[in-house]
Each structure stands twice: as structure tokens, then as C-alpha cells.
């Protein structure tokens, strides 16, 4: 049941001012994580109690990983990607990976407020993305399965620090791009 809870996954804390005064003025409370790590284990809990997730993506953090492991989930609330990086680059990708939308920084409350109130007014959440971008039906009477869908993007979050591994990751990167 969707109780009007927006997760703001924001490393640096520069949206949280903003978002909050934007959920608060749709109805929504916000939660907090400002690690992926945070994130996932929040998801994991709760993924089907949050409204709708808004991931900050700047340089070097971990939110594009964030918003491909949440695409994956066949069951998931709407994403809305902020970012600091050029809007026209990060749109396609975002919109890839599911993002209901893209917004540039700096952000005004009054746009984030619409966008929260148009993305939450869409009902139909019947397609999802799979890992690759590629829209799926979503199966509507299959138990959620969190723990199986974030298994892979925890595995590319940790280190890889043995020279077997990393030689392991080059070789699956370089069969995936040739896709």
C-alpha cells in the first residue's frame, strides 16, 4: 500500500531543502538516504510503500547504478533523476533505465512540486524497464523478489580486487557492449 512517502537518495544533501518543500506541498513525507547503501536497504524494506523515488545523480556517486537496480524490480514506484550534469546528455539515459523524468539544477520548488504531482497522478504502472532499457510487461500477480533483484548491481558496487575478478568484469563488459 503507497502511503505518499517520497525517498530522496541524495549523497551530498544539496536537493534536500527543495524536495522536502516540494513533498510537503503534494501531501507527500520524504525519507532520506544519502548512500546507495542506505538506498537499497531502505528499497528493500519498503519499496512497496514508497509513492515515488527522486535519485540526485552527480559525478563519481553511485545514482545511475541506484536507478538501473530499481528498474530492474518488476514492481517499483516512479523515479524522477535530479542532476547537476547536462540535462539534454542525462534525459535519454535516464528514460532508459524507466525515469518517469529528468530534471536539470538548479531546480525550482514550483517545477519539482509539478512534476511530483504529474508523475504521482499516473496510475499506469504496468511496464517496467529490464536492465538493458527494454520496456517490459510488468507481472501483476508474481511476488516481489527484492533481494534477487539487486543481488547483481550490489556485485557491481563492491570492489573488485583480485586481478582474476577484474580481468572476470572486463570480459562481461566487453561481451555486454557488443550487444
Do not use: Q
Not at 4 to 33: F, K, Q
Not at 144 to 154: E, P
Amino acid at each position: 500500500m503507497k502511503e505518499n512517502v517520497v525517498l530522496l537518495v541524495d549523497a551530498d544533501g544539496d536537493s534536500v531543502g527543495i524536495v522536502l518543500e516540494a513533498a510537503a506541498r503534494t501531501g507527500h513525507t520524504a525519507r532520506l538516504a544519502k548512500t546507495s547503501r542506505e538506498a537499497f536497504e531502505i528499497l528493500k524494506r519498503d519499496i512497496r510503500r514508497l509513492d515515488i523515488v527522486i535519485i540526485d545523480v552527480d559525478p563519481g556517486a553511485h545514482g545511475l547504478a541506484l536507478l538501473e537496480a530499481i528498474s530492474g524490480c518488476a514492481e517499483r514506484p516512479p523515479i524522477i533523476v535530479v542532476t547537476a550534469l547536462e540535462e539534454t546528455y542525462m534525459k535519454p539515459i535516464t528514460a532508459e533505465h524507466g525515469a518517469a523524468a529528468c530534471l536539470g539544477k538548479p531546480i525550482r520548488i514550483e517545477t519539482l512540486k509539478s512534476t511530483l504531482d504529474a508523475v504521482s497522478a499516473k496510475k499506469s504502472r504496468t511496464l517496467t524497464c529490464d536492465r538493458w532499457g527494454f520496456l517490459i510487461p510488468s507481472p501483476l500477480h508474481k511476488e516481489l523478489n527484492v533481494k534477487s533483484n539487486f543481488r547483481g548491481i550490489t556485485a557491481k558496487l563492491s570492489a573488485i580486487t583480485t586481478k582474476k575478478e577484474r580481468s572476470k568484469a572486463n570480459k562481461f563488459r566487453k561481451r555486454a557492449s557488443s550487444l
